[in-house]
């Protein structure tokens, strides 16, 4: 096992007896899987023949954090290759399977005229972690978002999610405080 996924699999913090506990339940739910990492792995758009395996990939990472996914591959083609595109995919594809995807969504900011990009989900098949397949689908981003003149790379994070935390810092992204309450109002 690499170190890297090591650490992503094993974060513990010292609680005050002195034990160790796990510092975010999600991540210790990850197997021990650890797959040879594919000799290449090219991240590019997604395509329509994809929209089975990202749907797939959502429902995992739905799962994950506790939800349950209302994505179907007919939504996603809507979303994605409809009149009206409302999202962009990048996928991580081996030649034989998809093993990572990331969801960008524009965002703006009105007050200072700035587009914006958010990395709305980021996921890489367990087994896959650790080998720098999130790094690249990040890279791919941050490059999709300056083509398309955009001023920043937005991406959240759960609170207790301190392995995601590590993991965007890592990439440079510069943590800010949640200000505000977000409300919202169903439309149908």
Not at 81 to 92: E, K
């Amino acid at each position: 096992m690499s170190t890297s996924r090591r650490q992503a699999a094993l974060l513990y913090q010292t609680a005050p007896d002195g034990t160790k506990e796990p510092e975010d339940a999600a991540m210790t739910e990850d197997t021990e899987i650890t797959l040879p990492r594919p000799s290449v792995v090219n991240i590019r758009v997604a395509k329509p023949r994809d929209l089975p395996e990202l749907n797939e990939m959502m429902s995992l990472l739905a799962a994950f954090h506790g939800d349950a996914s209302a994505m179907t591959p007919e939504k996603l083609e809507r979303d994605l290759f409809g009149p009206l595109p409302w999202i962009q995919a990048l996928v991580a594809d081996t030649g034989d399977e998809l093993i990572g995807y990331a969801i960008l969504v524009p965002l703006y900011r009105a007050q200072e005229a700035k587009r914006g990009m958010d990395l709305h989900h980021l996921f890489v098949r367990d087994g896959h972690r650790g080998h720098g397949i999130g790094q690249h689908l990040v890279s791919r981003a941050r490059d999709c978002a300056r083509a398309q003149g955009c001023d920043y790379l937005s991406v959240s994070a759960a609170t207790g999610n301190f392995a995601a935390h590590r993991f965007y810092e890592q990439m440079d992204f510069i943590p800010r405080p949640v200000t505000g309450m977000r409300f919202l109002q169903p439309l149908a």
